[in-house]
């Protein structure tokens, strides 16, 4: 069995740096590390709907943007039998190895609200700066499946940011 997910990278300037969410998952038996909001798309669920469920549920946060979710295209068969939701992520994961099989896709966000102190398993819910971010990285403090995601919007950040200069 295949677990599908929809993950988020919530983005907020805090005098003029870049933060993203990030929290701590609470697993029994599991070593405590930072990942970022999202989960299983249920079933028939659009990927969309639930990466604003997943962020809500997890962080108590409302999203307000998803990159891309303006060009979405949604098909429907005329025969009623399909409808499709095509929308460019962010980047996604696919494990090649490990105990669990799983794929998954990242969108960048932005979001409205306050964070929960406690949201559903998570603790910990915050705005990371990111040399945070960096710092939490060099100790692996990050859960596997969000490293590379959260190691690419860190390359891809300062690589528009220099661009700017």
């Known amino acids: 069995m295949i677990h599908v ?21 609470l697993r029994h038996g599991e070593p405590e ?16 709907d639930a990466v604003r469920r997943e962020v809500y549920e997890e962080t108590g946060l409302t999203i307000t ?6 060009t979405q295209l949604i098909t429907n068969n005329d025969n009623g039998g399909f409808s ?30 306050q964070i929960l102190e406690h949201g559903d398993g998570s603790t910990d819910v915050h705005w990371a700066s990111m040399n945070e971010l960096k710092e939490l990285l060099k100790h692996n403090k990050f859960s ?8 690419l919007f860190i390359r891809d950040r300062i690589s528009s940011d220099s661009n700017l200069s």
């Open 5 to 25: 997910n929809a993950r988020a990278i919530l983005i907020q300037l805090i005098n003029t740096e870049t933060h993203i969410v990030i929290q701590k998952r």
């Open 65 to 70: 943007e998803i990159e891309n979710e303006d």
């Open 84 to 113: 499709i939701q095509c929308i460019k992520p962010f980047t996604s994961y696919q494990t090649i190895h490990g105990p669990v099989d799983s794929f998954g896709v990242y969108f960048i966000c932005k979001a409205s609200g």
């Open 33 to 48: 590390y930072y990942e970022l909001p999202g989960g299983r798309i249920e079933e028939f669920e659009s990927i969309t």
């Open 144 to 151: 596997d499946i969000d490293k590379a995601a959260v190691m």
